[in-house]
Each structure stands twice: as structure tokens, then as C-alpha cells.
């Protein structure tokens, strides 16, 4: 494995939990949608952990979100940086979770639950979302509304936002999880775009069982998995 030095250059709060780290390190090679694995050396040992990258390809500075997992061993400590600290960055990006794999559709759907949202920012920053699909809907999940991230960024881009917070009360959210909201229509609903094998696909990213549940709401559509070999409608990545 080839490290490559990083500098944080800002860490981002928030919420007590969510944090943003921007950082600088030498040039790497992705696409939107991949990610990396960022290090820090801990009691003399090197703990890496995959992060997506927030920022598009072509922006001078690497930016990651991402959550305290209390009893983790790196996320803690990645929340607890400062600018001028410094972390390793793995010199290989790697992923399948980009449009380049994803077959031609009418509307693209970025469905999330928690910080993996991640990935789906850097593909809406860069032009391919815009230039080839007529719709574009970002879904992203949270527990509880303080968690609805990047809302400044997506606010002038032509996108159908729609948020789930699941633990209270928010106006303008719905409740509950995205896999009911497939079966019963709500998601549909509040899209206003249909949710269908002829015209969508969708791209899922976060929680494994989320994955599970909608991936098992999609297939009952009569959408399925997308294999280069057999191509379909959904993508995946699962985050652990
Ligand atoms: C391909 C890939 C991309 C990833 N990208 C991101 C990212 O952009 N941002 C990010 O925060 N994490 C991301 N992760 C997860 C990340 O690699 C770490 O697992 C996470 O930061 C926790 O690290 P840890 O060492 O503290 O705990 P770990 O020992 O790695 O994890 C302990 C437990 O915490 C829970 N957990 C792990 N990650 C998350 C999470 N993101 N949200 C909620 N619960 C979690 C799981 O139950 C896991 O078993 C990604 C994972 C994969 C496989
Ligand atoms: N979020 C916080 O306030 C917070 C604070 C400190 C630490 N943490 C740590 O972070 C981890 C959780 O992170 P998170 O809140 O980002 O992720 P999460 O537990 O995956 O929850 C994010 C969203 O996904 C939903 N979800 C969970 N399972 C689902 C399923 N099977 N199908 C569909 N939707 C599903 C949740 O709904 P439900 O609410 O219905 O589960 C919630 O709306 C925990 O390990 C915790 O220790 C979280």
C-alpha cells in the first residue's frame, strides 16, 4: 500500500456526531463516487478506513464526511483533528458506485441513508448526472433533521431532494424509511417522478440493511440488481 501525506485544512461540525474534514494531499485519480482509505497511525499502529470523497475529481482539496462511531477506532479520532494535523491518504481510489457503470435512464435516483450521501455529492458536483439523465432525485434518510447535510450545495442545482428523518417530528421531511415509503407510494409521491423498471435507476448507498429492505421494495417493482454482464436498475455499496 502507497500512503500519501494529507494536512487537514478544515474540520467541519455539524452536529455532535457528523463532521466534514477537508484536506490537502498530493493529486489522486477517481471518479465521483469512489472512495479511498484514509489512515491515522494509533499506538504505533496504522488504522485505515474507506471514506468516499465529497469533492468532485477535478477540486484541489480531498473533503470526507463522516460520523462518530463511539467505540470505533478511527472515526473518534478523525473527528478530533485540526487544521494542520496530519493523516495518511491510500494512493489507489477504488469503487463501483459511478455513473460510468450505470446504464442510461430516464431519471437517476441517489437514495442514502446517513453519511452515505457522501458519495452521491461528488457525483452531483460534477456535469455527467445533468447531461445524462432528464431527472435527477437525491433521497437521503437521517434520524434526525440537524443531519440533513449539504443542503447549501444542492440548492441551486435542478434536483428533486427528498428527506426521511426517522426519530422526530420535521417539517418538510417525511417519516419513517425509505423502503415502506417504495411500497405504499410515498416516495413516488413526493418525487412526483415514477419509480419503475422502464425509466429509472438507482443508485443506493449507507446502511446494509437499508440496501436490503429497498433493494427487496425495488424487486418487487420488477427492477433488479445491475451486472456489467446483465445489466439492471439498481447499484449498491453498503458501507459495512
Ligand atoms: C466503501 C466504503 C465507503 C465508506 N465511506 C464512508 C464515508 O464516506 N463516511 C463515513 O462516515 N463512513 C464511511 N465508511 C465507513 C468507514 O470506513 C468506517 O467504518 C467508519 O468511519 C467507522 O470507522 P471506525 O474505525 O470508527 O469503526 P468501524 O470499526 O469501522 O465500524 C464499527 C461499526 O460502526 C458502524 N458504522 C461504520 N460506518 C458507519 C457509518 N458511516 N455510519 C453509521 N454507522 C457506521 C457499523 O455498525 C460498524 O460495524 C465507508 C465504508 C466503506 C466500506
Ligand atoms: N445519528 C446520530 O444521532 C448519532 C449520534 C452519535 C453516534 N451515532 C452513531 O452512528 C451510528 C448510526 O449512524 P446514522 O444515524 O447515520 O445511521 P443509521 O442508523 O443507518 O440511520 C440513518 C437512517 O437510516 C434508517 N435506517 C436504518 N435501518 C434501515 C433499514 N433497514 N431500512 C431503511 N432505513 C433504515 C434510520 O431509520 P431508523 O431511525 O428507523 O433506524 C435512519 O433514518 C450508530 O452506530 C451510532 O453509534 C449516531
Sequence with gaps: MNWLAGKVVENRHWTDALFSLR???ARLNFEAGQFVR???DIEGERVARPFS???PPQHP???FYGIIVPQGPLSPRLARLAPGDSL???????????LSEVPDAETLWLVAT???IAPFVSILRTEAPWRRFRNVVLVHAVRHAAELVYRDVFKDMNLTYVSFVSREVA??????RIPAAVRDGRLEAAAGLKLAPETAHVMLCGNPEMLKDTAAALLERGMRKHRRRN???????SFW
Design 88 to 98: 495518511y491518504v491510500a494512493s489507489n481510489p477504488a469503487g463501483f458506485l459511478v
Design 53 to 55: 470523497f465529497v469533492n
Design 61 to 63: 482539496v480531498l473533503e
Design 171 to 176: 417539517p418538510g421531511s417525511l417519516t419513517g
Design 23 to 25: 484536506v490537502e494531499a
Design 231 to 237: 445489466p439492471g436498475h439498481i447499484t449498491v455499496e
Design 114 to 116: 446517513g453519511t452515505g
Design 38 to 40: 484514509i489512515a491515522l
